[in-house]
């Protein structure tokens, strides 16, 4: 039901509660996990705001129950449950999420090779995940809403949600490490997640460097342009942005200064009466780094005796869904060396508890501990730094942290450590231990500082106002609408005089990489036949390619227009071209062609390509990231040493550079149809995907007759002047064949 407050649908994977049934009743106990999220989520509920949990609640639900448990879960919770098969739920979780992404984001690859049947599985019941949440999210949408997908499992969730629901505020966060590109590449999937994921309005990440990464990888696998704020995607700039994570500073507070906590304390502080105390606390992992940890503190030991039985190491492991043996074996290992080379009948360098501590065992010993050792080799944000902290606001006790975690670009007052370099780890638990009390208060004041200003509220809040004034921009707030192919094909069937106008690449077929390869679909050629032999039709390709190439591929469609170089030569049907230029000096071409000789010699994969009234500097096989950076590089030097003193403009294209006569452009070519050639059309079509398509748009807008339309591809966000849209060309010649059909009816 619709509510006067602005409501906030917060997508995970699960909800953060179960359910079991109490005879006909149901109750929602609390999971573990999660908080800072969680919290976050909460936070954003006020008067003015709802907040609607949407996600799996962690079990198959009976058919029979779901319709009460759907009510019930909404009457108390605001939350709404996505049923999930059980088959389905593991082959999206442990096996796509856990075996497929969650390894490669934490830059681990895999070591199994197999046929890929398996892989291909997993990636079926991730993709079927996906669209089950989607379908749940579009029946609870209302318009207004905001959307925000949480985390790696949901990431083709919002292109399927967008392709819905054009006009709806998507927001998306990634709460794990995004990795570099290279290591990103390896994934066969590549392409369907990261289009996936770039359905969103804004894209939100825990460091700099994970957001770089995450736009360098669309830069590199999807080829899009980009900028360090944005994507550039169907036309759209999808933004990034960077979020990082707090805590949930009340409860941590709340629970540190418990009665059952301070008796834990006393505990602790017996047991290890006049020893320092390192705590480490971490899942049984890999990439965790436990092993690290261990053998760095194994080097402290051998390089610093003067500590011999007066440290002693507290670590906690917990276990994980897909452990790994020969990790819990290895650590177990290094706990018995160290414990034998160091110990003795009275002093345990290290405690090793592989269990689930209960909370007030952890919050006690992040209370009572000297140092806190974090040695993960990739993390998101490592949430047990931000609790140590703030339990130590009477010890002031010392953190040293991986530069490999999220946490690290922030906690500017922990020590910064290599897990892989174990003397370096070793003299930095020696520092932290050697540290005078003015010093570590210092340290612990801008440690705390930071944790208590960015908390999990701070960061909900932060990323909503973000994703509410970037959907505020006139461009992404009104979506240009799907193009209405029944209400285009009527107007064209009832209309006696038509003038239909189309680009070519992006528009009558796909972009390629390699221009020459950009050839017609038979489809379209035929489609194109049937509609240029009706007297009432006049149909012209305006493009942006030379005349031998339009020649070639359709010159053969006897009754078709063409017109070349953006507007500078024409061909009226069964005539000759004709060169609408010829009173244009083209001297600046030699000064422009050297620009562009210079820039090609030094970009690899470059190449420039002449035409009779322009010139055209292409980089679509250049490294992705170095041809953007030649190409703004070379755009600066045409405007400083030709545009300033020369009648031409520089068009910005789809990887390429082009320089043209200002008095050339596709406007003038409609404009000279319109007028001239047709006047008293009663239908009009114009189509195409690029800036210098615009021209056209701008020149038929003016004219505001109801059946004259223009459509761009591209996206339905894309800033465009035409009054329509479509995603891909292959809809616009789905139109065209729909246009041909008429006839033979």
């Not at 999660?34 to 198959?60: C, D, F, K």
Request: aromatic letters at 10%.
């Amino acid at each position: 039901m619709r509510t006067d407050s602005q409501r906030i649908l917060v997508i995970t994977h699960q909800l953060p509660f179960k359910f079991k049934a109490e005879g006909t009743d149901f109750v929602f106990p609390r999971k573990k996990g999660h908080s800072a999220q969680n919290a976050g989520a909460q936070s954003l509920v006020s008067p003015s705001q709802q907040v609607v949990r949407i996600g799996w609640i962690g079990s198959e639900i009976d058919p029979s129950i779901y319709p009460a448990l759907k009510k019930k879960l909404w009457e108390s919770k605001s939350a709404v449950a996505v049923p999930l098969p059980q088959e389905v739920a593991e082959g999206h979780y442990e096996g796509y999420c856990k075996s497929e992404l969650w390894p490669l984001f934490h830059y681990v690859l895999w070591d199994n090779a197999t046929n890929g049947q398996k892989e291909s599985v997993y990636y079926r019941h991730y993709t079927k995940v996906n669209e089950l949440f989607s379908n749940v999210i579009y029946e609870t949408y209302q318009e207004g809403d905001i959307i925000w997908i949480q985390d790696y499992h949901l990431l083709l969730l919002p292109a399927m949600l967008r392709k819905r629901l054009p006009s709806a505020k998507i927001g998306f966060f990634l709460h794990t490490p995004f990795p570099s590109s290279e290591i990103f590449r390896c994934l066969p999937n590549r392409t369907e997640i990261l289009s996936g994921v770039l359905g969103s309005n804004l894209i939100g990440f825990q460091t700099y460097s994970h957001a770089r990464h995450f736009i360098s990888s669309c830069t590199r696998v999807l080829g899009l342009e980009s900028s360090p704020g944005g994507v550039d995607f169907h036309g759209v700039n999808v933004s990034i942005g960077i979020f990082p994570i707090g805590i949930d500073l009340p409860r941590v507070e709340s629970l540190r200064l418990s009665d059952s906590v301070h008796q834990k304390m006393e505990s602790i502080r017996r047991l290890f009466a006049g020893k320092k105390i390192i705590i480490g606390r971490d899942k049984l992992d890999h990439i965790k780094g436990v092993q690290h940890k261990l053998l760095a503190f194994e080097r402290f030991l051998q390089m610093f005796p003067q500590w011999h039985n007066k440290v002693a190491m507290i670590q906690v492991t917990s276990q994980t869904q897909n452990a790994n043996p020969a990790v819990a074996s290895k650590v177990s290992d290094i706990v018995a060396r160290v414990n034998g080379t160091f110990g003795s009948l009275q002093f345990v360098p290290i405690h090793h508890f592989h269990q689930n501590l209960d909370q007030d065992e952890y919050f006690a010993l992040l209370s009572m501990a000297d140092v806190a050792l974090i040695t993960a080799l990739r993390d998101g944000m490592n949430t047990t730094a931000h609790e140590y902290i703030v339990c130590q606001q009477e010890n002031k006790g010392a953190l040293i942290l991986s530069e490999f975690t999220g946490s690290a670009g922030s906690l500017s007052g922990a020590f910064m450590v290599n897990p892989w370099d174990y003397p370096g780890v070793a003299h930095a638990i020696h520092d932290a231990l050697s540290m005078s009390k003015e010093e570590r208060a210092l340290k612990h004041e801008r440690l705390y500082s930071h944790v208590t200003r960015n908390t999990a509220d701070f960061w909900a809040k932060s990323f909503i106002k973000e994703l509410l004034l970037r959907t505020s921009i006139p461009e992404q707030s009104n979506p240009t609408p799907q193009l209405d192919f029944d209400l285009v094909i009527e107007d064209y069937t009832k209309a006696k005089k038509r003038l239909l106008l189309f680009d070519y690449d992006g528009t009558l077929t796909p972009i390629v990489k390699i221009p020459s390869l950009a050839l017609p679909p038979p489809s379209m050629l035929e489609a194109m036949e049937i509609l240029t032999n009706d007297p009432r039709n006049v149909v012209f390709v305006i493009s942006g390619r030379d005349q031998q190439c339009l020649d070639e591929w359709l010159g053969h469609i006897k009754n078709l227009g063409l017109s070349a170089e953006h507007g500078s030569f024409i061909k009226y049907p069964g005539g000759e071209w004709i060169n609408l230029a010829k009173e244009i000096d083209f001297a600046w071409k030699k000064q422009v062609e050297e620009i562009f000789n210079y820039y090609e010699e030094r970009t690899q994969g470059s190449f420039t390509e002449h035409k009779v009234c322009s010139i055209t500097w292409h980089y679509r096989l250049a490294d992705p990231e170095y041809g953007i950076f030649q190409a703004k590089e070379c755009q600066n030097h045409l405007e400083s040493a030709v545009l300033s003193k020369l009648p031409v403009e520089i068009l910005v294209g789809k990887k390429n550079l082009e320089v043209r006569p200002v008095s050339m452009n596709k406007g003038e070519i409609v404009k000279r149809l319109l007028q001239a050639r047709n006047p008293g059309c009663d239908f009009v079509l114009c189509a195409g995907d690029d800036r210098t398509d615009e021209d056209m748009f701008k020149v038929i807008k003016k004219i505001q007759h109801p059946a004259y339309h223009t459509c761009t591809i591209g996206s339905a966000t894309k800033k465009t002047f035409a009054n329509w849209h479509v995603l891909h060309p292959e809809e616009m010649i789905k139109l065209v064949i729909g246009f041909s059909k008429t006839h033979q009816s």
